[in-house]
């Protein structure tokens, strides 16, 4: 895991934050990075947060199929804590019909990380056989903060907002339904906001 923490917090904005969580027009949830270990490929693919995008879309291995057993344990990945979840093949299964083995890649990469994932988060890892098809992995899970959909009157003004905004941010599906407050797409800030947008929030909900 990098030195640098991706979200770049301040500390000369914790009065800032903090009156602003007071005040219910922000608050934070915790959201990682989604990443997907190809199989066949040794590679591991972001595909940023591991939230909803703006059309609901949230990115699954193609391999993660009802039809099939997903185990998933907490793994060390590059120095940090990160949730793995894969598709294993069983041993007295191997070569069935059905049998992940006959259809997907072996992915060595979660294979390997599997092996070395903390004691007692997944017992039953240890009687399967490989890991095969590709595998879904979550890091570097970190607060961030989100802005409140009660400070918004519709969707119209959350773009307003946005055209405003000089920190990053992405807005996502999650939450969102047909009518009411969670109608409105969160706007969820990829780093902390930076001064002049939490002056400018400060400004506008006051």
Not at 114 to 135: E, H, L, R
Not at 139 to 150: E, M
Not at 182 to 206: G, H, N, R, T, W
Request: proline share 7%; with cysteine; charged share 20%.
């Amino acid at each position: 895991m990098s030195q640098k923490i991706r979200t770049k917090p301040n500390k000369a904005n914790r009065h800032l934050l903090n009156s602003l969580k007071t005040a219910r027009v922000l608050y934070t949830e915790k959201i990682g990075i989604r990443n997907i270990i190809k199989a066949g490929q040794d590679t591991i693919v972001s595909l940023g947060l591991d939230i909803p995008n703006a059309e609901g879309f949230l990115q699954r291995p193609d391999n993660f199929h009802p039809y099939y057993p997903i185990r998933s344990a907490y793994v060390t990945h590059e120095k940090g804590s990160a949730f793995l979840s894969a598709t294993p093949g069983h041993i007295r299964c191997a070569g069935c019909p059905g049998d992940p083995s006959t259809l997907f890649s072996p992915n060595q990469i979660a294979d390997t990380l599997f092996q070395q994932s903390k004691p007692g988060n997944d017992t039953y890892v240890g009687s399967m056989g490989n890991i095969y098809g590709d595998a879904l992995l979550i890091t570097d899970v970190r607060q961030h903060w989100i802005v409140a959909n009660r400070c918004l009157v519709d969707q119209s003004e959350a773009n307003d907002l946005c055209s405003q905004l000089i920190t990053p941010y992405v807005v996502s599906q999650r939450y969102h339904v047909p009518s009411g407050s969670f109608s409105i797409k969160p706007i969820v800030f990829v780093q902390e906001p930076c001064e002049e947008d939490l002056i400018y929030l400060a400004m506008k909900f006051s």
